[in-house]
């Protein structure tokens, strides 16, 4: 069975059409269950944040949770769950776990896309990159990331990676940042997605690397699959490369949410 569970909607101001229209893409791809998980508002990001305008507005949430649930009444032949991307920062987690507290979510996909105030995915600075010393950066990025999972807020950490999006790495073997990151997704029992998205960005390679898939394997964390979807023609896009490398890496069994209680599924 494969599934994707990592599908947005126009009310993230960058993504394109209907919801309609990723549900028929989905059965057009023949998956098998597909998510959607839309960004979380960003109301509580710290103040000061630079430019964050590419979330729902809070008061678009009920909206966005009653449109999924209409869909999984509409389209009984493949299942829809009602999922979340939720931006993690660690100065307003508790107010980030109040604004998910009342809704039967399947799954919270937990991203971090930001260091401070700076988005680090956003094209509009990525001047950042050259004035920072890039292994710290990295650094950094991976303890939100731990701390991400720490919270106990999330099902799955989303784009483990992202960091290297437009292409900055470090020129240093990042195998212990990697082994740290590893045992700390372990010890809070979260999943982790593939996130084909990496390969339409300028890094051209899937979240996460394969380093770090390797790892995150040889550790027996849960992994799950998404494609990070912000046009119905993406969904399940790219998902025989990633099929093919967790198949070459041996797994047999992906993460499935329901209620937010994880199952393993064969992967087909
Ligand atoms: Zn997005
Ligand atoms: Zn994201």
Redesign the pocket.
């Known amino acids: 069975m494969t599934l994707d569970y990592h599908l947005h909607t126009t009310r993230c101001q960058h993504a394109t059409g209907t919801m309609d229209e990723y549900v028929e893409q989905g059965l057009k791809m023949g998956l098998k269950e597909i998510g959607f998980a839309d960004?979380l508002p960003l109301s509580p990001a710290p103040r000061g944040t630079w430019s964050c305008d590419w979330a729902m507005q809070e008061e678009e949430l009920e909206e966005y949770i009653s449109d999924v649930i209409k869909l999984q009444k509409e389209y009984p032949e493949i299942k829809i769950k009602l999922g979340i991307?939720a931006d993690y920062f660690p100065e307003s987690i508790k107010k980030t776990k109040t604004l998910l507290n009342n809704s039967s979510w399947d799954y919270i996909?937990g991203?971090v896309?930001h260091i401070g105030p700076w988005p680090i995915?956003s094209s509009l600075y990525l001047g950042e990159f050259t004035k920072r010393d890039l292994y710290k950066t990295y650094e950094t990025y991976f303890e939100l990331v731990a701390g991400a999972a720490r919270s106990g807020l999330y099902d799955i950490m989303?784009?483990l990676d992202?960091i290297k999006k437009y292409g900055f790495r470090p020129q240093v073997d990042l195998g212990s940042l990697y082994k740290d990151l590893v045992k700390e997704l372990k010890a809070s029992d979260v999943a982790f997605e593939i996130n084909t998205s990496g390969l339409r960005k300028p890094v051209k390679e899937i979240y996460p690397a394969p380093a770090l898939l390797e790892e995150l394997l040889k550790g027996n964390v849960p992994v799950t699959l998404g494609s990070?979807s912000h046009a119905p023609s993406e969904v399940g896009k790219d998902f025989e490369v990633a099929i093919k490398l967790l198949k070459e890496f041996g797994v047999s069994k992906i993460a499935s949410f329901t209620g937010r209680t994880r199952l393993l599924i064969p992967l087909e």
């Open positions: 960004h991307e996909i991203s896309h995915d989303g784009h992202v990070d």
